[in-house]
């Protein structure tokens, strides 16, 4: 299994919902990744975890909230988002951090009313 | 000026054309990705290389890490290739964060 499945693939919140964003892989990878993209951008680094502990958080608002229960799956908790928030939200693994091939996800198209 | 530069911005080809796409960046790196991202999202990683040539289906990446400059090549290319071209550098030592090119949009016409 070399695929790397993101649920809900679409997701419209108001702005005092809390919802969650799953990702799962089952490659064995010990590196995953939460990207933002908005449109005609590239995507933008979130979150890095390393063997379910975060490693890199690149400033991100806590509405925020990452979570990785286990070496297959990563989540992503919303809390109080804002409109441009509005994003497409890309997760991806690599077999570990470091110079290793990303595998993304297709995408969950957030959209905050 | 962006680390990792792309160029064209924008193409469109006739089905059947010999399509490049070029990447230059201004760091050390590591490694370089291609990606490949239809409308609709999803990403779909092409290559990872880090020197010389690699090659897969209509697909040639090639990179020339003194140049810094690498490039996509897509022969015999097809309106199914019609997507956004990524170019994406592992930054070295700091080679946990990738750095984005702001992508190529093609357009193959049948």
């Known amino acids: 299994d070399t695929e790397v499945t993101q649920t809900p693939k679409h997701l419209v919140m108001g702005m005092t919902n809390k919802k969650s964003l799953k990702c799962e892989q089952h490659?064995?990878?010990?590196?995953m990744y939460w990207y933002k993209q908005k449109a005609k951008k590239p995507p933008e680094l979130m979150f890095v975890y390393s063997y379910e502990k975060l490693s890199i958080n690149e400033s991100v608002p806590s509405r925020f909230s990452p979570e990785c229960p286990n070496s297959s799956l990563l989540n992503l908790h919303l809390h109080a988002l804002q409109p441009e928030d509005s994003a497409l939200y890309l997760c991806?693994?690599?077999?570990?951090?470091?110079?290793?091939?990303?595998?993304f996800g297709p995408g969950t198209r957030l959209t905050v009313l | 000026k962006n680390e990792v530069e792309q160029s064209p911005q924008n193409l469109t080809a006739q089905e059947g054309e010999f399509i490049t796409i070029n990447c230059s960046y201004s760091v050390g790196i590591s490694a370089l990705h291609w990606l490949q991202q239809h409308p609709g999202g999803g990403i779909v990683s092409l290559f990872m290389?880090?020197?010389g040539k690699k090659k897969h289906g209509r697909l040639i990446a090639t990179i020339n890490i003194q140049e810094k400059h690498s490039s996509l090549h897509i022969t015999a290319s097809h309106p199914r290739d019609s997507a956004v071209y990524i170019c994406a550098a592992h930054r070295m030592n700091r080679d946990d964060k990738i750095i984005f090119g702001k992508g190529t949009r093609l357009h193959i016409l049948p």
């Open positions: 290389l880090s020197s």
């Open positions: 490659m064995g990878h010990r590196a």
């Open positions: 991806a693994s690599s077999r570990i951090t470091g110079t290793n091939e990303q595998f």
